[in-house]
């Protein structure tokens, strides 16, 4: 079976407590799951871990089949850039460069050639390509979310992590915000994991893991 | 990187803007000082390379050299002909070389004289000849390019030495005969002609005893319009004499520099003045300026530095979740660290191309401005290898400056990056 994601018998302490102990993952390449929990159950530590900001006590990591675990922090920045997407909860878009802009340096660090027609289309699937030369702040929040989902697609990742996409939406746009995501997933052949404490999408997704560990 | 890094500085274009002027500035003063010191010291030395003494009327002897040797500040006065008889049989001379000044056509100084004169700066001709008769006059490249001057042209020059201070010598016009090959020194700023021409053009009578622009004549051969033939110096029509402004003196050994300036200064009433040491003292005169401005330069550029410094320290910290999210892009630590160093290198390097363009600027709108600083042979076009030391430094300090928060960012705690997002 091919996995997206593969986390086997995660022990994680941060200052000596325990986050993940024994923790177990397995995310099908396609599928979409939801990493459900309260702030502090651990979610943003288990993002460090997938993203090799962090490494585990002991236990597993692999992303599309490559262990992250045993890396060189050059060579998990490498895993992380060939393989990871990522949209964050405050979305963080680059002020200096305009939408354009953010994209082409999102391919160029993931070591993918800008390629404005690919970008132009992939802003045309999330309904922005208008917006192509805008900047950040001139953009609304929706056009700032999909602009960052766009970032974090440009280089064609295999797994595409977003941070608590949702939290701050009411339920239109909690529900439009889940489906670009499942969507643009779909379209893109990405594998979605979803960060969050919003029980609300849990409908939307194939499955949902459950933290409730000691807070980070 | 290098892209990031400019549209970060672009973000914040006033701060940018500011800290460019404020290393602009510092650069510019000590490029300035740089031009200055160096092309006047030089100038400085270039003119008194082959000049021992100048001999002249009493008075400043700094005056005596900046008229004689770099003709520009006013004349001590004029000494008798017959002074300059006597010091052409001395012993110790090897070559004498008279000066007659008094007159300018366009600003240019007109200077009576004779052949040896462009032996003393190595000039040459570059087109023509030389002055030898009465009324010819040889242009230096400076003037003949300024003044569209052509052989055989005719001009009048105007009283004074500088330009529109007096009367035209209508009656006197004097022909260019020749115009002499570029030699970096005064000389290209000079026209040159006999001593006699001089003393014609105003009046006074003379017969050609001492040889000016007539090289090879035998004096007593040569039949001349004001030719007096008695023992006694002449007297010109107003009872003016024939004098001359100053001498231009080789040393024909070592001991003569001993005698003769003591012999001049303590016996007669001229006064006899080395260009080496006034030269030198001229220059220590201003280089307690100039290293006092220089110090100032360089505090600015500090300050300059440490504004980039508090710059790229505060925008450290607050682009720490952009600088995370970079990390998460793709970046690696160096990437991170480069992009900082390169806001810093371009700030800096901004700064010093700005300052090394108004430097130029400003020298071209002296130079326009004060006449005394062409005639002091400062070119504002001369870049000088000390503008790419500070142009470097400059860098240096921009570096210098991004090294901290460059660091602060390299050392970052990755473990809580996707914390700060």
Redesign the interface.
Known sequence: MSFALHIDNLDFRYNDRPVFSGFNLAMERGRHHLLLGPSGSGK?SL??LI?G??TPNSGIISVAGARMTGLS??QR??L???H?G?V???L?L????DVL?NLR??AK???VRPDDAHIAELLDRLGLVHKLHAYPRTLSQGEAQRAAIA?ALV?CPGLLIA?EPTSALDNANMEKVAQLLLDTAEQTGATLLVATHDERLTPYFDAAVRLEGAPA | MIGLALAYLCDRAFTTALNILLLAIASAMLMLLVQFGTQLSENLQRGTANIDLVVGAKGSPLQLILSSIYHVDEPTGNIPLSAMKRLQHDPGVASLTPLALGDNFDGYRIVGTDQSFLSLYGAGIAQGRSFSAPSEAVMGATVARNTGAKLGQKFVGSHGLAESEGEEHEHAPLTVTGILTPTGTVADRLILTSVETVWDVHGIEHHHEHGSGHEGDTHDEHEHAHHHDHEEEPHGREGLQPEVTALLIRYRNAAAALRLPSMINRQTEMQAASPATESARFIALFGAAFEGAKLFGWLLAATGGLAIFVALLGMARSREGDLALLRVMGANRLQLFATILFEGLITSGAGAMLGLLVTHGLMVLAQSAFPAIAEMGISPFRLLPMEAGIVIAMLAIGALAALIPAICVYRGNLSNLLASL
Do not use: K
């Not at chain 1, 680059?94 to 460069?97: G, Q, Y």
């Open positions: 943003t993002l460090n993203c900001f962090a922090e050059r920045d490498a992380r850039r060939d990871i990522v964050f909860q405050t963080r680059v002020s200096a460069l802009g340096l999102a660090l993931a070591g970032r280089s941070d």
